[in-house]
């Protein structure tokens, strides 16, 4: 293990998940807003918001992660000139937030509107019934029930998005696959060590992740 | 407005669910204070007529007024409607997230706007009246359906209504528990509350009931003053469907 000895060496994997909890952090707020913004578009008796919901889920659930990715870079940054920040760093950062958030927005939104289809319609026409319009029926009572009769599928959903962070490394983010690839690189020598360091680090941080959406998912559970 | 024009009027009203005719010009009025009990054969669409008057059924011709105003379309203005006609339903419709009082007060403070000490107090004085006051912070999984189906009437009643539809509220309860219910919507109607009740307890029709109205295939029959409509039904259909009720 004498590569994890070397205090530069430790420094580029540190960096490296560093990168992958911030990109993780803040493109899960971003999908999390974005899909419920996208759920309710489809469930929304305005069929353009409807077709946009649905355009949007079909374009990015059916696009691979890494060619969204790519087009953040040059599409967004190289041929439009979309500067996000003056450090490089940073700027791929953000253009990747974007890329993640887009892309795993469709799967937060699909899961929300199955959880909405556990909603009884009964809980609606009450709603209605006491007045309520369309947006306090689905913020007020549709939509705290459909979310928590979906924690359980989110938690994968964000779990498959913390390990989909490393495919920013493509656009030069040094986060962990791309440390670990430069690791690698440098030390041929110990290529086992490294991947299991780095692929025992995901999992470290994961497998509670998805028991604690577990306990979350029986704890908010809406009793019927 | 004079306050001796009906609250409720419908006229020729038609419904279609696909192809099937589900109210056929159907014509009928409801005046403040009034207590109108619908009877009749499962499928003979007498829900489907209480949930056209707040319109949760979009009808397909005819007309309904509610307080000398047309039904409006969605939106805002039938929003309004609704928030003065209050509901009560066959599986309760409590929300099942919010705790009783919560689901009391959700709607005076977030479609009226009111605020929220007022209504508090407004909503235990309704539980208390409908005898729930203890159980305010539990959740509706956790009470037993008369007690829910209590909290629903509660819940219909704190925005203050101008009128009370029912939808069959004790057909989903324990037989044991038809009582309570039926005594709480009892002294609603004694105490003038203009209602539409479409029920299946003719106890409650003899007692509570300003009119009978009778509805089968679609069609109303005929309605009459309950003890006149019991004692001699005029149409063989009415006969028939007391016939086979009131001999058990």
Redesign the interface.
């Known amino acids: 293990m004498d590569v994890f000895s070397d205090s530069a060496n430790i420094d580029t994997y540190v960096t490296g998940f560093l990168w992958i909890l911030k990109l993780t952090a803040a493109a899960t707020v971003g999908a999390l807003v974005l899909g419920v913004l996208l759920a309710g578009m489809r469930v929304s ?1 305005i069929p353009v918001l409807r077709g946009f919901g649905t355009a949007w889920v079909n374009t990015f659930r059916n696009t691979p992660l890494t060619l969204i990715v790519f087009f953040c870079y040059f599409g967004l940054y190289s041929a439009l000139s979309l500067e996000l920040s003056d450090d490089i760093d940073t700027n791929n950062y953000w253009l990747g937030v974007i890329g993640l958030s887009v892309y795993t927005a469709a799967f937060v939104c699909e899961a929300i509107r199955s959880g909405i289809n556990t909603v ?1 319609v ?2 609606a ?9 369309f947006i ?1 029926t689905l913020t ?2 549709i939509l ?2 459909a979310g ?1 009769a979906v924690v359980a599928p989110l938690g994968s959903i964000f779990i498959a998005l913390a390990k989909n962070a490393t495919i920013v490394g493509t656009i030069g983010l040094m986060e962990s696959s791309s440390a670990m690839k430069e690791l690698i690189n440098a030390n041929g020598d110990a290529v086992f060590p490294i991947f299991f360091v780095f692929a025992g680090t995901f999992a470290i941080f994961l497998i509670p992740t998805g028991y604690a959406f577990g306990w979350l998912a029986n704890r908010l559970a ?3 | 407005m004079t306050t001796s024009e009906p609250l409720i009027v419908l006229e020729g009203v038609n419904k279609y669910f696909g192809p099937l005719h589900v109210l056929q010009d159907v014509s009928l009025s409801v005046d403040r204070g009034e207590v109108v009990v619908v009877i009749g054969p499962s499928g003979s669409g007498k829900s489907t007529l209480c949930r056209a008057i ?1 319109r ?1 059924e979009p009808i397909s011709g005819g007309s309904i007024t509610f307080d000398g105003q047309p039904l409006p379309a ?1 939106g ?1 203005a039938l ?9 009560v ?1 066959q ?7 919010k705790t009783i009082l919560q689901n009391v007060m ?2 005076p403070i ?3 706007g009111e605020k929220s000490a007022a209504v508090r107090e407004r909503a235990m004085s309704l539980l208390e009246r409908v005898g729930i006051a203890a159980q305010a912070e539990k ?1 509706p ?2 009470l037993s359906g008369g007690q829910q189906q209590r909290v ?1 009437i509660a ?2 009643l704190a ?1 203050q209504p101008k009128a009370l539809l029912f939808d069959e509220p004790t057909s989903a309860l324990d037989p044991e528990m038809v009582g309570e219910v039926l005594d709480v919507m009892t002294s609603l109607a004694r105490e003038g509350m203009t209602m539409v009740v479409v029920t299946h307890e003719m106890g409650f029709a003899r007692a509570a009931a300003d009119r009978v109205v009778f509805m089968a295939d679609g069609q109303l029959v005929e309605q009459a003053a309950p003890a006149e409509f019991f004692a001699s039904p005029k149409s063989d259909r009415a006969k028939d469907f007391l016939s086979k009720i009131l001999t058990h």
């Open positions: 008796p009884p009964g809980q026409e009450a709603a209605r019934a006491i007045g309520m319009s306090q007020l009572i705290p029930q928590r809406v009793k019927r | 707040n949760l969605e805002k929003a309004r409607l609704r928030s003065e006609v209050g509901m339903f599986s309760f419709n409590l929300f099942a997230h959700l709607g977030k479609v009226r959740y999984a956790q629903a819940r219909a925005m």
